[in-house]
């Protein structure tokens, strides 16, 4: 390791994903800090509906196993985790943290939270000051939902990532900061970076943090790009970039762990999510991937350099959560003979009885798994080509506005296991609760009007 460089690794590519690749890289010491991206505008709506149940959750509940294992063993170890899995409620889950590693008595960690993002009570001063939040897509103003908002939160960037490892934090757990802002928050305060100065080093920072932030997609995983795939997935080894002061970095992974590292697997990532590579937006930076270079220095690894950076945006992105009301579906699965024309005839049926009785269902929707259950219902079926399917299976989904409709809704069609087609297979669970669907609207916002704050304490 170079001495002007400094090694980040990428462990954690969603909420839920797998804790074993990072603890491995904590056991071998291959990074200085380990970046966990938790956050989606999806797992904005899984923890906003956790803390509809609890006001005491809200964050990513994966830190509370990590609290146990990774965290200790990167302290340890000298190894700085910072990660937005605070998710819409860091203040608690640095509480939490702190109260599992005093538990195990592990003492000392200084753990930030970061806040801030949420402007929920702030919607309305927003539009009096003359912002109508418009949708990003189709123009419409905030004032034209009818529907409550359930969270609303700002992508926020790099200055108190900064700001809390320039006070001492080992755990960072943020809330809404854009996921390769994580990593550039590090670089800057490593390298004492300037947010406002040298934009092709902070768009290189961005592009680094992007590069990890998906964890194992940048070393082998989901990658058409090396199909067959012919390396061990069942240990796949995540990312680490090691990062010099100009912005280059050199990724490589772990040699014990699975997977691979390769300029097809970088480039592939690269591009993951990415709009315009001449003008990809974050909060502190705008980002041209059209002239970086990717290349295989040896196995496994990768050198990356070539970022330009463009004046940042002048607003940010603000996603609002709307309770639009509830989901309720059923799955059930029908087998040769005449698989598909059964399933045909059992959805003519469920629509059949849900008419007679009248129920307030705002929406319905069914889908022939493996023929349009990915694509849609309108991709066209050939009959013809389904006469000797071996088996179909049908996923029913309805959207209504009352919890008790949907239970009462697949209750009524309960009776089609023996009056329907014959050979219905159905998974189990009918008429279980209603799941609450809520929708995201995407507007952009001023700066000035979200105050972000650092709070830190210490387990």
Same mark, same amino acid.
């Given at each position: 390791m170079a001495e002007d460089s400094i090694r980040i690794a990428g462990g954690q590519g969603f909420y839920g994903d797998s804790p074993m690749a990072a603890i491995a890289i904590a056991q071998a010491m291959a990074a200085d800090y380990i970046v966990h991206d938790a956050l989606a505008e999806l797992t904005l709506s899984i923890l906003q509906k956790d803390k509809m149940r609890d006001p005491n959750l809200g964050y990513a509940r994966d830190i509370e196993f990590m609290a146990k294992t990774l965290f200790p063993l990167a302290y340890k170890n000298g190894i700085r985790i910072v990660t937005n899995s605070g998710g819409l409620n860091p203040e608690i889950a640095a509480k939490k943290v702190a109260e599992i590693l005093s538990a195990q008595g592990v003492s000392g960690v200084k753990i930030a939270s970061i806040s801030g993002d949420d402007v929920l009570t702030k919607l309305d001063e927003i539009q009096d000051r003359g912002n109508n939040l418009a949708h990003l897509d189709n123009g419409e103003p905030f004032s034209s939902v009818e529907y409550q908002p359930t969270?609303? @939160?700002?992508?926020?960037?790099?200055? /108190?990532?900064?700001?809390?490892?320039?006070? &001492?934090?080992?755990?960072?757990?943020?809330?809404?900061?854009? +996921?390769?802002?994580?990593?550039?928050? %590090? $670089?800057?305060?490593?390298?004492?970076? +300037?947010?406002?100065?040298?934009?092709?080093?902070?768009?290189?920072?961005?592009?680094?943090?992007?590069?990890?932030?998906? &964890?194992?997609?940048?070393?082998?995983?989901?990658?058409?790009?090396?199909?067959?795939?012919?390396?061990?997935? /069942? @240990?796949?080894?995540?990312?680490?970039?090691? *990062?010099?002061?100009?912005?280059?970095? *050199?990724? /490589?992974?772990?040699?014990?762990?699975?997977?691979?590292? #390769?300029?097809?697997?970088?480039?592939?990532?690269?591009?993951?999510?990415?709009?315009?590579?001449?003008?990809?937006?974050?909060?502190? *930076?705008?980002? +041209?991937?059209?002239?970086?270079k990717i290349e295989n220095l040896e196995e496994n690894k990768v050198g990356f350099s070539g970022v330009k950076g463009k004046p940042r945006p002048e607003k940010l992105k603000l996603t609002i959560g709307l309770m639009e009301g509830y989901l309720s579906e059923q799955f059930f699965f029908m087998s040769w003979p005449y698989a598909y024309k059964k399933a045909v005839k059992m959805v003519e049926a469920v629509k059949e009885i849900w008419t007679s009785l009248g129920l307030?269902?705002?929406? %319905?929707?069914?889908?022939? %798994?493996?023929? @349009?259950?990915?694509?849609?219902?309108?991709?066209?079926? +050939?009959? #013809?080509?389904?006469?000797?399917? @071996?088996? *179909?299976?049908?996923? $029913?989904?309805?959207?209504?506005?009352?919890?008790?409709?949907?239970? $009462?809704?697949?209750?009524?069609?309960?009776?089609?296991?023996?009056?329907?087609?014959?050979?219905?297979? /159905?998974?189990?669970?009918w008429g279980k609760p209603s799941t609450a669907m809520l929708s995201l609207w995407p507007t952009l916002v001023d700066r000035e009007l979200v105050q972000e704050r650092v709070e830190i304490i210490t387990s």
């Open positions: 969270h609303a @939160n700002v992508y926020i960037g790099a200055h /108190s990532v900064i700001e809390a490892l320039d006070q &001492g934090a080992d755990i960072i757990l943020a809330g809404r900061v854009a +996921d390769p802002c994580l990593t550039l928050g %590090i $670089l800057a305060h490593h390298f004492k970076w +300037d947010l406002d100065g040298d934009l092709d080093k902070l768009a290189s920072g961005i592009a680094i943090g992007h590069l990890l932030e998906c &964890g194992g997609q940048a070393s082998g995983g989901n990658a058409y790009s090396e199909w067959p795939m012919d390396y061990k997935l /069942s @240990n796949l080894g995540y990312p680490i970039a090691e *990062v010099s002061e100009d912005g280059s970095a *050199v990724f /490589s992974k772990l040699e014990s762990q699975g997977g691979k590292m #390769s300029r097809n697997t970088l480039r592939e990532q690269l591009v993951y999510e990415i709009h315009d590579p001449a003008n990809y937006l974050t909060p502190d *930076v705008t980002v +041209d991937l059209t002239e970086v307030p269902l705002d929406r %319905i929707e069914h889908n022939f %798994i493996g023929l @349009n259950g990915i694509h849609g219902a309108g991709i066209e079926i +050939d009959e #013809s080509q389904v006469e000797d399917i @071996n088996e *179909v299976g049908v996923r $029913l989904c309805i959207k209504h506005k009352d919890a008790k409709i949907g239970k $009462l809704a697949m209750q009524s069609i309960v009776c089609l296991g023996l009056n329907g087609p014959p050979g219905v297979i /159905s998974k189990p669970g």
